[in-house]
């Protein structure tokens, strides 16, 4: 006879944790499509030049990479749902700012708290799917729950386009800070307690002793960094609506979804590092 598992601690189910991790990485990544083609024509940005632009997206990955740090402190300490909720508060902050428009060092104290909360965000979203999913389960949850990032970076940009068209430039903040409450009530609600990973006892470093490791690190950090390039100087350079440089960032998303499971399919049979060429 099958023992059936012991409920998760503190009540979350392996379905109510993939549910408030999608939502929460769905929304961080929509938070952060959306800002695209508005904040390098917000006036307080143009006015700030060039380099302050570049400065203004940078500054999101540098507090992202900052409390990614703290996160796991925290959710090794506590769980996943204080770093969650930590988000949460972030990411309304964020949203609220970045609808003033300026002075162009509250859209930088917006971006770092865009930052800050993706940080706590996806590594508690992470580790509640670890928590309360069986091993066996775990990879097909994590990959639903990243999934979701591909979608938020897919309609962030083109929706943002369409309501600045319509409705103003702060139209897609306020439309995100709506979602954030949606996304904060649901990890309010469905996350109880603060379950913890007990049956994987790797430490952090242990991936880069993987043969090849490097190797991917740095293919993923020179993509990254092709990607986050491009953002705040294409929407100045092209000179076009906010709908049209959100189509097109939406259609390079959606390039990047075409070419996966085709890539898939082949890599088994192809050197991965043609791919990555």
Avoid at 228 to 240: F, I, M, Q, R
Avoid at 246 to 275: E, H, Y
Wanted: aromatic fraction near 6%.
């Amino acid at each position: 006879m099958t023992v059936p598992h012991d409920p998760p601690t503190g009540g979350t189910t392996p379905a109510r944790a993939l549910v408030v991790s999608s939502a929460a990485l769905f929304t961080d990544m929509l938070v952060h499509g959306l800002a695209v083609p508005v904040l390098p024509r917000l006036p307080a940005v143009v006015g700030a030049g060039s380099a302050a632009t570049g400065v203004l997206f940078a500054s999101y990955a540098a507090a992202m990479i900052v409390a990614t740090l703290f996160a796991g402190r925290v959710v090794d300490r506590h769980g996943p749902r204080t770093p969650l909720l930590i988000g949460l508060g972030g990411l309304a902050a964020a949203t609220l700012l970045f609808a003033t428009g300026g002075p162009y060092w509250l859209l930088m104290v917006a971006r770092l708290a865009q930052g800050i909360a993706g940080g706590m965000s996806w590594v508690a979203a992470l580790c509640l799917i670890a928590a309360t999913t069986p091993m066996e389960k775990r990879g097909q949850s994590m990959g639903v729950a990243l999934s979701t990032i591909t979608l938020g970076v897919l309609v962030g940009p083109p929706l943002a386009g369409l309501l600045v068209e319509h409705f103003g430039a702060a139209s897609p903040f306020l439309f995100a800070a709506a979602v954030a409450v949606v996304d904060g009530a649901m990890r309010i609600i469905l996350v109880k307690g603060s379950p913890r990973v007990t049956d994987d006892v790797a430490g952090p470093l242990a991936v880069l002793r993987v043969p090849g490791s490097f190797s991917i690190v740095l293919a993923v950090v020179v993509g990254a960094a092709v990607l986050s390039g491009v953002e705040p100087v294409l929407p100045v350079h092209l000179k076009a609506s906010s709908l049209t440089v959100g189509l097109l960032f939406g259609l390079a998303v959606l390039a990047s979804i075409t070419a996966n499971p085709i890539v898939g399919r082949f890599v088994a049979a192809v050197s991965p590092r043609l791919f990555v060429g």
